[in-house]
């Protein structure tokens, strides 16, 4: 008997634990997320990894920036990760974690280290993961760690990753020591910072049009009671 559950399983249990409407921006997102993370834990090579954990939370937390209601999100999170019949608390606990250790990262150490493996160091928790797929032939790519990933170098090195040339040179050493689809690495990170671009561009949008109805309906308040006292 087959029990691998489906998406339609996973989206089910994530409408019952969060019963509200999601905006209709945010709902693709939230659902494209979902079944990204559904098609991975059912995947036979897919394990679970505190670097993984880093890019869901973090792609969460970007996309979903700006989400009105406030207090909706949380909830939201919470139905995504439990859905997916994990801990909410363990992905943001180790996410937390790796990206307090990136602070004090020293990227070209890191690379270094992981090409002849030193014991010693500030970055050995870091490391140990990093070794953990080295060593894992069947390890399971996906762009969600590729964003966890690329969340790691950002909190080490905010100013160099954001020059192309830099960007890639780093990708392109990660990828080669950790036998990591460079293509696809640069790729998949090239398209989500496009959509988050994008997605801050519609939000923009959004609060013009926003800003624009509610001047419109305070115009036509004030010339109805412009009106009235006309009358009177």
């Given at each position: 008997?087959?029990?691998?559950?489906?998406?339609?399983?996973?989206?089910?249990?994530?409408?019952?634990?969060?019963?509200?409407p999601i905006n209709s921006i945010y709902r693709r997102v939230v659902e494209e997320l979902m079944v990204?993370?559904?098609?991975?834990?059912?995947?036979?090579?897919?394990?679970?990894?505190?670097?993984?954990?880093?890019?869901?939370?973090?792609?969460?937390?970007?996309?979903?920036?700006?989400?009105?209601?406030?207090?909706?999100?949380?909830?939201?999170?919470?139905?995504?990760?439990?859905?997916?019949?994990?801990?909410?608390?363990?992905?943001?606990?180790?996410?937390?974690?790796?990206?307090?250790?990136?602070?004090?990262?020293?990227?070209?150490?890191?690379?270094?280290?992981?090409?002849?493996?030193?014991?010693?160091?500030?970055?050995?928790?870091?490391?140990?993961?990093?070794?953990?797929?080295?060593?894992?032939p069947k390890f399971k790519y996906s762009r969600l760690f590729a964003i966890g990933l690329f969340t790691?170098?950002e909190q080490a090195d905010p100013k160099g990753i954001q020059d192309k040339a830099i960007r890639e040179?780093?990708?392109?050493?990660?990828?080669?020591?950790?036998?990591?689809?460079?293509?696809?690495?640069?790729?998949?990170?090239?398209?989500?910072?496009?959509?988050?671009?994008?997605?801050?561009?519609?939000?923009?949008?959004?609060?013009?049009?926003?800003?624009?109805?509610?001047?419109?309906?305070?115009?036509?308040?004030?010339?109805?009671?412009?009106?009235?006292?006309?009358?009177?």
């Amino acid at each position: 008997m087959n029990n691998i559950r489906t998406v339609s399983d996973t989206k089910r249990t994530f409408y019952s634990l969060h019963t509200r409407p999601i905006n209709s921006i945010y709902r693709r997102v939230v659902e494209e997320l979902m079944v990204e993370m559904h098609l991975l834990s059912v995947n036979v090579d897919f394990s679970y990894d505190p670097i993984y954990a880093l890019g869901v939370v973090t792609a969460f937390d970007r996309f979903m920036q700006g989400y009105h209601p406030l207090s909706d999100q949380e909830s939201i999170y919470n139905a995504l990760i439990k859905a997916e019949q994990d801990d909410p608390q363990r992905y943001r606990g180790d996410a937390e974690r790796l990206q307090a250790l990136a602070q004090n990262l020293s990227i070209p150490n890191l690379i270094e280290g992981l090409k002849s493996p030193i014991d010693g160091g500030s970055d050995q928790e870091l490391k140990g993961h990093l070794q953990g797929i080295i060593n894992n032939p069947k390890f399971k790519y996906s762009r969600l760690f590729a964003i966890g990933l690329f969340t790691l170098l950002e909190q080490a090195d905010p100013k160099g990753i954001q020059d192309k040339a830099i960007r890639e040179k780093i990708l392109g050493q990660l990828a080669e020591v950790l036998h990591l689809p460079q293509d696809k690495l640069l790729k998949d990170l090239d398209l989500y910072r496009s959509n988050l671009e994008k997605l801050a561009q519609a939000r923009i949008m959004m609060e013009e049009m926003t800003q624009a109805e509610r001047k419109k309906r305070e115009n036509r308040a004030n010339q109805a009671v412009g009106t009235s006292q006309q009358d009177t």
